[in-house]
């Protein structure tokens, strides 16, 4: 899912009911295992790699990025 749809970036509601990014000190348990689960297919990506396709990808964001 993470590799299909990208990252799954926390977000809230504001009063015009648009979405906006959360400031960091705003993140809940659940903000914190969406942005963990980017992180590990990241790890997993990055495992399978061999050194000269790592330098190829290394400043990618997400998953979906790789």
């Given at each position: 899912?993470?590799?299909?749809?990208?990252?799954?970036?926390?977000?809230?509601?504001?009063?015009?009911?648009?979405?906006?990014?959360?400031?960091?000190?705003?993140?809940?348990?659940?903000?914190?295992?969406?942005?963990?689960?980017n992180?590990?297919?990241?790890?997993?990506?990055?495992?399978?790699?061999?050194?000269?396709?790592?330098?190829?990808?290394?400043?990618c964001?997400?998953?979906?990025d790789?």
């Amino acid at each position: 899912m993470i590799t299909q749809n990208g990252p799954l970036i926390p977000r809230k509601a504001i009063k015009n009911g648009s979405l906006v990014p959360k400031k960091p000190k705003e993140f809940n348990a659940e903000d914190f295992k969406m942005m963990e689960k980017n992180a590990k297919a990241k790890k997993l990506l990055y495992f399978g790699l061999a050194p000269d396709e790592y330098t190829r990808i290394f400043k990618c964001k997400s998953a979906k990025d790789i």
